[in-house]
């Protein structure tokens, strides 16, 4: 009952209720945004959602315009000079990602669930494995189980697996678990940057492909805005 009905309503008044208390912190944030560099407050990017449908996460601009053709890669090392002062702080508090509160009042988020992949990272919804793909059964969340157990320095065969996990043991008490312990990891600022590689991607992800490996360096942090 709370998977497939409580969830969504729980989901959408807290997302309301978010909305109406942190509107004038939001405000704050776009207009220090705007006065801090040249370019839109909030910053788009496909994702792969409930039942790999895609949509439009939000979240507030933390690098400069066209950071991704500026030679340097999709991945933002730390010190990367193409994320913006106040993107710094929005990063290190996890601040731009309020703006998701939106996508939660729409219905393409939960609060909690799966983070949402790019579209071709780790890769294309249709190169899951069926398994894999039952991650994308519930709405995907501004945190989750994965998020908790790692976050950044977890492998994403890894991450797949506990967001697995999460679907066949989703409540309302593991919920409030993964709740507070996402405050308890935004405050010590924990597990923030990806640690070796961040994908391993072998025929064994794939139908009909030879083998192949997909890695990323060890200070290399996250998909840019993402």
Not at 72 to 90: F, P
Not at 105 to 120: E, S
Not at 205 to 221: P, R
Request: hydrophobic share 40%; glycine share 8%; aromatic share 12%.
């Amino acid at each position: 009952m709370y998977k497939n009905g409580f969830k969504r309503f729980f989901d959408f008044w807290m997302a309301t209720l978010g909305i109406i208390l942190l509107s004038l912190p939001m405000l704050i944030i776009a207009i220090a945004i705007k006065c801090d560099s040249k370019g839109p407050v909030l910053f788009k990017q496909t994702r792969i959602g409930k039942n790999g449908k895609e949509f439009q996460i939000l979240k507030f601009r933390s690098m400069c315009v066209g950071a991704e053709n500026q030679g340097t890669g999709v991945y933002s090392n730390k010190g990367d000079s193409r994320v913006t002062r106040i993107g710094k702080i929005l990063r290190a508090t996890s601040l731009d990602e309020l703006p998701q509160l939106f996508n939660i009042f729409v219905g393409d988020m939960a609060l909690i669930g799966p983070r949402p992949p790019l579209t071709y990272h780790p890769w294309p919804y249709d190169e899951y494995t069926e398994e894999q793909k039952r991650m994308f059964e519930v709405r995907p969340g501004i945190t989750g189980w994965a998020q908790v157990n790692g976050r950044k320095t977890v492998e994403w065969h890894r991450r797949i697996e506990l967001n697995v996990w999460y679907v066949d043991n989703v409540s309302m008490w593991l919920d409030i678990k993964i709740f507070f312990m996402t405050i308890f990891k935004v405050f010590a600022n924990k597990d923030n940057e990806n640690q070796g590689a961040t994908v391993e991607k072998t025929n064994a992800d794939t139908v009909g492909t030879e083998s192949e490996t997909m890695t990323f360096g060890e200070n290399e942090k996250e998909e840019v805005n993402s």
